[in-house]
Structure formats: C-alpha cells, structure tokens
C-alpha cells in the first residue's frame, strides 16, 4: 500500500532514444521525483504518515484501561466459539476474538478486578465465554477453578469449537479437563 503511494507521486516521463530521423520511444518509463518548496513530495508525505501514526499512537495510550477492558468483557460475554491457538487456514493462522478478548483481560487491571471480571463472564456469558473465562481463572488463580466450573460441569452442554480449521463440538466437561490439567496455558502465556 504504502509503495502504491510513493510510486504514484511521481512524475512519469518517456525515455526518447533518437535514431538517425526515426524516434524510438520504449515501453519502459523513468520516473522523475516531484519537488514541492525543495523537497521530494514522498518525503512530505513520509514525515504526515510518521506524524499521523504519532498522534495515534498518543490517542491509543490516553485511553483508560479500564475501558479497553470492559469493552472486552462485552465482547467475550458474547462469544459463539471456543478456540484458543491459532485458527484458519495453515498458512494463515490468526488468534480467535475470544482469545484476544481474554488476552486484553488477562494483561489490565489488577489480579482481583480480572478474577472479579472472569466471574462476571461466568454468570452473564455464553457457554463458550465461560470456558474462556475458566482459561483465564486457572492462569490467575488454579485453586478457585473447581469451584467456578461447577456450574458449567453440572449442566456439561455440547460447546462451538474451533482447533486449527476445524470447526465442531465437544462437551464442556471434557474442555474443562484439558483446563484443568493446564492443556491451553501454553496460548495464554505466550506472546
């Protein structure tokens, strides 16, 4: 993109090749920089793009934490999919909503206000959302695990999952398993 930029504010000029009385113009085209007040436009434009990006930059550190994180929370209430790890194609891997919701939990706020947010999710949030929350539970505090997952084990419902590009289903029981021996702490604290 930003090469499509650069290349399209300069000048495109044919290269002419004289040839006793024929003229000779090629296709290939040299490109000539345009100068405003005595610098390269693509320099003008660099120093906005840096400027820009600055001032966005500032934006995004002034806004509270908490915000961020209650907008996750709202988002991970609704979450339809369980999948932490990457997703999608193979050679493509992206990281689910629901892990980046979690992940924006986990990394705000101190460690009463996260579990005190998680148990939230719990009560409010989709099935899916709780396993998530269950995730980051066991990574903040393995003791009180067993006593939040008790609802979602007695009620044990089948669960949207995703595992690489491999949508399907599974009982919550089985999730929480694999939460509880540590099986998705590995994506949790990872970069």
């Known amino acids: 993109m930003f090469c499509g930029v650069l290349h399209s504010c300069r000048q495109l000029k044919p290269s002419r090749v004289s040839w006793g009385s024929a003229v000779i113009r090629p296709t290939t085209w040299t490109t000539r920089p345009v100068y405003i007040g005595g610098y390269d436009l693509t320099v003008r434009l660099l120093a906005l793009a ?13 806004d509270p934490r908490g915000q961020r ?3 996750a929370y709202e988002c ?10 990457p997703v999608g194609m193979p050679r493509f891997p992206v990281i689910s909503s629901g892990e980046q919701e979690l992940r924006q939990i986990l990394q705000s706020g101190d460690r009463a206000a996260k579990l005190e947010m998680l148990r939230a999710v719990i ?5 899916e959302a709780k396993l998530y929350a269950l995730c980051g539970i ?8 067993r006593e939040c997952a008790k609802p979602l084990l007695a009620a044990n419902p089948m669960v949207s999952t995703l595992s690489g590009c491999v949508a399907g289903r599974a009982r919550a029981a089985d999730i929480i398993k694999l939460i509880r021996r540590g099986g998705f702490d590995a994506f949790l604290c990872g970069p």
């Open 50 to 62: 840096l400027a820009l990006c600055g001032a966005s930059c500032r934006h995004v550190q002034e």
């Open 69 to 71: 994180q209650q907008e």
């Open 76 to 85: 991970l209430i609704k979450e339809g999919s369980f999948a932490l790890g």
């Open 123 to 127: 009560l409010q949030g989709t099935n």
């Open 138 to 145: 066991h990574t903040l505090s393995w003791r009180s695990l």
